[in-house]
């Protein structure tokens, strides 16, 4: 399954224990995600259409998912308003996360075979910053609708779950992708 680890605080405010429950990418589901990514490039096939990523990036929503759920305590009506808004506010991420996938698929394609020209690494540094502000894009536009389904300090930690889970998958990533050569 997918690892947890849980890490108690104490809120130096009042004293209060809080329990924050973080994932640990390290685990088997993220690790076959990027094998199978890995996989589709040496096979030379689309990333995004690739089954065993398609059930890897599936198993990491639904956890990704249960963190939410566990961590921001929605009420009843909270929870089933948020849930659709979720839902598309992923599909969209999903849409640019997709491109990345194909854009990192296809650098790590160049850098095995030795194509990787600067007229190239100026693309991919372009394209990447569009991602990233791609990413931002969608997350400003479901911003609104979130604001009329959760009070702000739950929106505030919903933004913080998002992007610590993120900058862990982001992290993972980084170890598959080799360096560019910088001559």
């Given amino acids: 399954g997918f690892g947890h680890a849980t890490l108690s605080l104490t809120d130096w405010h009042g004293g209060i224990g809080v329990k924050l429950r973080f ?24 990333v995004t259409g690739d089954p065993i990523v398609a059930e890897a990036r599936t198993l990491l929503q639904v956890e990704r998912a249960e963190i939410i759920r566990d961590e921001i305590l929605f009420t009843r009506e909270e929870a089933s308003r948020f849930w659709p808004a979720y839902e598309a506010y992923r599909r969209d991420i999903m849409a ?30 372009d394209d990447y910053l569009d991602i990233k502000q791609d990413l931002l894009k969608v997350q400003k536009k479901h911003l ?10 739950k929106l505030g930690r919903f933004y913080q779950l998002e992007n610590k889970l993120d900058a862990e998958t982001d992290a993972q990533l980084a170890l598959f992708i080799p360096l560019m050569d910088p001559v």
């Avoid at 994932?23 to 689309?46: H, K, N, R, W």
């Avoid at 640019?96 to 540094?125: F, H, I």
């Fill in 23 to 46: 994932v640990l990418l390290s685990s088997p589901i993220v690790a076959g995600l990027f094998l199978a990514i890995a996989g589709s490039v040496q096979a030379e096939t689309d």
């Fill in 96 to 125: 640019v996360r997709d491109r990345q996938a194909e854009l990192v698929a296809g650098y790590v394609k160049a850098y095995r075979d030795g194509a990787v020209s600067a007229s190239m690494a100026e693309d991919l540094v």
């Fill in 144 to 153: 609104k609708k979130l604001r009329k389904i959760l009070p702000p300090r």
